[in-house]
């Protein structure tokens, strides 16, 4: 959480042309962890935005995490695990499927932009795939802008609307 | 009256079911609340069945009663009320054999000014989904069912909503001690390993405890409006959690309630289910 608060503190700051977003990558460590790991060792160029975090499973990533990070400050969220069929526990990410569909919904439903928070499939042998989610995610949340849900919550779908 | 008559077929069922024994307990309403309200009641012997009552202010949720009570109960319920009580069995809450559904029709519940209550001006089920008992309204037959309203407002104007409505907020968690859904022994805002709210009142611990919430209730919500009736402050973030459990029904058919043999929809999955707005999915609408 320590950390989570110091992100806080850089988001209050006025954005200006050196922001550069803070994206929370959710990622499961059979596949998509995997994945990152052969993008690096590829040595496949990819945004520096995002920070990693290692799931067992994206059916363990409770939607609470991603509503978390939103509200401590992450410009955006993305959640990846593995293809549907290869879950290493069989069914975690049909599970964890719904639930992101709904959660998309729900930030919709309270006028938060959906789109910043994304979801995925990549494999352990999808390192080109991985660093081209990673441009793709950046890209989208660049366009949003930066999160001022909390300290000034009413800006923050202007951008987005504005489009 | 009907609410006489009506009251005259319930006094007769349940009578019935404790004489023969079906039941231990019976739970009900009977009048004599403030400002003419009808109150719960447990009918533990025959001949009390004769103070059951039945009206339009019988407006309290009888479903939690029976969360986690081990016995066999009848319970007096509305549609909404019959719909948590399915819930809870889908959920593995209580059995299915335990309890006794005395399901009665319903047209809306007013308050001591004649207004109908949250969540019956809004309502889409008027009889009730299951029952081993049923009390008939013919009232209730031709009412209409009223849909949430969805995708027809931009993101900004959802927004002003969210943010009017839980600036109002003071974070008392009335509104889930209200719902029926909310039986977690310890609840997500008070747990501390994780910390999801720092000890403040403040905007973010809001956004997480009322998007936590709406995913809790997500697909499970019966729209008995209890949380709404329930906060002091006039806080309405219901229409969030309806607008999602609607969106749960059209995207995987599950309304919440109607069907004791459906598991939920969070709780179940597809393999081709679709996947509206992943990268390189489908949208909604
Ligand atoms: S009952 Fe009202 S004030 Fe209390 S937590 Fe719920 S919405 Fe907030
Ligand atoms: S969220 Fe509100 S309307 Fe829905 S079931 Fe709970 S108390 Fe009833
Ligand atoms: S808000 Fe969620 S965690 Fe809290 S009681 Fe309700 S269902 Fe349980």
């Given at each position: 959480m320590k950390g989570a608060s110091s992100m806080k503190e850089n988001e209050k700051k006025t954005p200006n042309k050196d922001w550069d977003p803070v994206i929370v990558a959710f990622l499961c460590t059979w596949c998509s962890y995997s994945g990152a790991d052969l993008a690096g060792t590829s040595r496949l160029q990819y945004p520096p935005n995002i920070r990693i975090i290692r799931v067992?499973?994206?059916?363990?990533?409770?939607?609470l995490y991603i509503i978390k990070a939103l509200t401590e400050g992450a410009d955006g969220v993305m959640v990846s695990g593995c293809h549907p069929g290869d879950c290493h526990y069989l069914a975690g990410n049909l599970f964890a499927r719904r639930r992101f569909v709904v959660l998309k919904k729900l930030l919709e439903t309270c006028g938060l932009?959906?789109?910043?928070v994304q979801f995925t499939w990549v494999s352990a042998s999808e390192g080109g795939r991985f660093a081209e989610v990673i441009k793709e995610v950046t890209a989208n949340v660049k366009k949003i802008g930066?999160?001022?849900?909390?300290?000034g919550f009413a800006e923050d779908c202007k951008e987005a609307s504005a489009e | 009256m009907i609410y006489e008559e009506m009251t005259k077929q319930i006094r007769e069922a349940a009578k019935r079911l404790l004489k023969e024994g079906a039941v231990d307990v019976i739970l009900a309403y009977r009048g004599?609340?403030?400002?003419e309200m009808q109150v719960p009641f447990f009918v533990?012997?025959?001949?009390?069945?004769?103070?059951i009552e039945w009206g339009?202010?019988?407006?309290?949720?009888?479903?939690p009663y029976v969360h986690g009570l081990n016995k066999k109960v009848g319970i007096l319920a509305k549609p909404c009320d019959v719909r948590a009580i399915v819930q809870y069995i889908t959920e593995f809450q209580?059995?299915?054999?335990k309890v006794t559904i005395i399901g009665v029709d319903c047209i809306g519940m007013v308050d001591e000014n004649g207004n109908a209550r949250p969540g019956c001006s809004e309502c889409?089920?008027?009889?009730?989904?299951?029952?081993d008992e049923y009390i008939r309204d013919e009232?209730?037959?031709n009412l209409p069912a009223i849909e949430p309203k969805a995708g027809e407002t931009t993101l900004e104007e959802n927004l002003e909503r969210f943010q009017k409505e839980i600036?109002?907020?003071?974070?008392?968690?009335s509104c889930r001690q209200a719902c029926?859904?909310?039986?977690?022994?310890?609840?997500f805002i008070e747990r501390?390993?994780?910390?999801?709210?720092?000890?403040e009142i403040d905007t973010g611990t809001k956004i997480t405890f009322h998007m936590g919430r709406a995913m809790h209730l997500a697909g499970r919500?019966?729209?008995?409006?209890a949380c709404e009736a329930a906060c002091q402050s006039g806080v309405n973030v219901r229409y969030i959690i309806r607008e999602v459990t609607k969106f749960i029904e059209d995207a995987y058919g599950y309304s919440a309630g109607?069907?004791?043999?459906e598991p939920p929809a969070l709780l179940t999955n597809k393999f081709d289910d679709k996947e509206f707005g992943f990268l390189g999915g489908e949208r909604h609408e």
């Open positions: 067992p499973c994206s059916g363990r990533i409770n939607p932009n959906p789109d910043r930066p999160n001022r849900i909390v300290p | 004599g609340g403030l400002n533990k012997k025959p001949e009390d069945a004769e103070l339009d202010r019988c407006y309290q949720n009888l479903a209580i059995e299915r054999d889409r089920v008027h009889k009730p989904p299951v029952y009232r209730a037959a600036d109002k907020c003071i974070l008392c968690y029926y859904g909310c039986y977690c022994k310890t609840c501390d390993m994780p910390d999801w709210q720092p000890a919500c019966v729209d008995c409006g109607m069907d004791a043999e």
